[in-house]
């Protein structure tokens, strides 16, 4: 039985590894690639491999693989990639993994300079992949520095601009706020809209000369040919669109562009080897066959892959409402929550602060008490001194016999126990009016800590949130029992003073 040949074809994303019979085609390999990966737009792809004389050649599919001209490795290496690009992206790329693929390998020829991107454009894609890699821009996370390993530039671009790599990222990061919400397969799609647009997008381009041994380049692409002079890859000279194009040959190394106006003359030109002829013309033949399909309607498999796709698209877009609904929901319930713990903390500073206008309330109570009885006693001292004095001028005015020294040592003390009735009456009349004063900012209190309680009370009826609820019970219990004992505060505080001013 013959000995297996292990190969290895490597994705953009990943190395994959297989054992082939020596009497393996090209296209039994490629079709357990595509099944591996799970791809079915399988007519944009081929293998490339590296040939003996070191030159990059695509796998023919109707030969066997021994018998082409791979170089000798063990494992024979392989690369998976596109060798044909669709017109526009948006409107031929159907499955997300080809997506993936086209993304992958255009970001690498951009970064590697295969094709050319200005300054601003380059910024912009890169906002895409960034945020085709690390999902959504959140400042909290996402800080200075956090792009630092990322390659997201061509070295070009950044030797030309005077600008430092912090510089640099924080413009990335400044378009990359701005697609908050894209998901990535499509921030991927983006990337390759504006892409597709590049001059070198799509373009294979050959070392040509023409029958003036004049070097050119030869760039062959999606809708047609076109003709560069050697410096300048970006503005085509000759251009002929596959529909003009009647007929494509080769001889050896000559190779003949026949247009369908037949009084046009042919476009000849010569490549450096026949097999860079041939690599040419089956360019030409894949690149044409697909510009005719994409003008046709679309096969039965094409239809159901888009019909599949679009379920696809659907189910995710749901999906993403009901995550985004789901995290909107989370917010607000957090931010709710915040809330109530904020309004929770008013409520204690508020219940501190009128715990302390009732201690100085009770304070004022205590004065006004003691206020009270020094006004009694010093009112009963007044009213004995005034019954004293009413004696000692009922005795004067009773007892005529009595002599006139005696009258006058009465009289004296008369006068000093009516000045001592005026003091009396006098520290009774301020103390009076001390106790008016006290019993304003009693009631004064009082009528605060009727208005702190009412507004205490309102401020602590629970209104629970509807998510989370648990987590606010213990709070409300705590809350609400602390309020319990500053409102029996209140209440005692009121039987008090009524008690008081009932006296």
Same mark, same amino acid.
């Given at each position: ?18 054992? /082939?019979?020596?009497? !393996? %085609? ?25 040939? %003996? ?53 255009? &970001? ?17 894609? @890169? ?62 799609? #983006? ?35 076109? =003709? ?6 970006? !503005? ?6 596959? %529909?003009? =194009?009647?007929?494509?040959?080769? +001889? ?7 247009? =369908? ?9 010569? @490549? ?7 690599? /040419? ?18 096969? =039965? ?5 888009? @019909? ?60 006004? #008490?003691?206020?009270? &009885? ?38 004296? @003390? ?19 009016? #001390? ?33 989370? #609820? ?9 809350? +609400? ?20 001013? %009932?006296?």
């Amino acid at each position: 039985m013959p000995k297996p040949v292990n190969v290895r074809v490597i994705t953009m994303d990943a190395e994959l590894e297989f054992a /082939i019979q020596p009497n !393996t %085609s090209g296209k039994q390999l490629f079709d357990q690639v595509v099944k591996t990966i799970g791809l079915r737009e399988i007519w944009f792809f081929g293998l490339q491999y590296t040939d %003996s004389k070191g030159l990059t050649t695509w796998l023919k599919l109707n030969k066997k693989v021994l018998n082409q001209d791979v170089k000798k490795e063990n494992p024979l290496q392989f690369k998976f990639r596109a060798k044909f690009y669709p017109e526009d992206v948006s409107e031929e790329l159907i499955q997300d993994i080809t997506v993936r693929l086209f993304y992958l390998q255009v &970001r690498n020829a951009k970064l590697s300079d295969e094709i050319y991107c200005p300054p601003e454009t380059s910024v912009l894609l @890169a906002s895409y992949a960034v945020q085709a890699k690390h999902g959504d821009y959140n400042s909290e996370i996402h800080k200075p520095g956090c792009l630092a390993n990322d390659r997201l530039l061509p070295q070009r671009v950044m030797d030309q601009h005077k600008l430092t790599k912090e510089q640099w990222e924080e413009r990335i990061m400044n378009w990359w706020a701005e697609h908050k919400g894209m998901p990535r397969e499509d921030a991927m799609m #983006e990337y390759l809209k504006i892409a597709q647009d590049l001059e070198m997008y799509g373009v294979n381009y050959f070392e040509i000369k023409n029958k003036k041994g004049t070097d050119l380049w030869l760039g062959v692409d999606a809708l047609g040919l076109n =003709i560069y002079e050697k410096d300048d890859k970006l !503005t085509p000279k000759i251009g002929f669109p596959w %529909s003009e =194009i009647r007929n494509i040959s080769f +001889n050896d190394k000559k190779f003949v562009i026949k247009p =369908i106006d037949k009084k046009a003359p042919d476009f000849v030109f010569f @490549a450096p080897r026949l097999r860079i002829n041939k690599r /040419i013309l089956s360019l030409c033949m894949g690149n044409h066959e697909l510009y005719m399909r994409r003008r046709k309607p679309d096969t =039965i498999e094409v239809q159901q892959m888009k @019909a599949q796709a679009r379920e696809e698209k659907l189910a995710k877009q749901q999906e993403r409402e009901k995550l985004r609904r789901e995290m909107e929901a989370r917010e607000q319930a957090e931010k709710k929550q915040q809330e109530y713990a904020e309004k929770i903390k008013q409520m204690q500073e508020e219940m501190e602060n009128r715990q302390k206008e009732l201690l100085e309330a009770q304070d004022s109570i205590r004065r006004l #008490e003691e206020q009270l &009885r020094q006004v009694q006693k010093s009112k009963a001292e007044l009213e004995a001194k005034q019954n004293e004095l009413e004696e000692m001028l009922k005795k004067l005015e009773n007892d005529k016999a009595m002599e006139a020294e005696e009258k006058a040592r009465l009289a004296e @003390a008369i006068q000093m126990k009516q000045q001592e009735v005026l003091r009396i009456q006098e520290e009774v009349n301020q103390k009076d009016e #001390e106790t008016r004063k006290l019993q304003e900012e009693v009631e004064d209190a009082r009528r605060r800590q009727e208005e702190a309680a009412a507004a205490l009370l309102d401020a602590t009826t629970p209104q629970h949130l509807n998510i989370h #609820e648990d987590e606010h019970e213990e709070n409300d219990d705590m809350v +609400n029992g602390e309020f319990g004992k500053f409102l029996n505060s209140c209440i005692d505080l009121d039987f008090e003073l009524s008690r008081l001013f %009932s006296n």
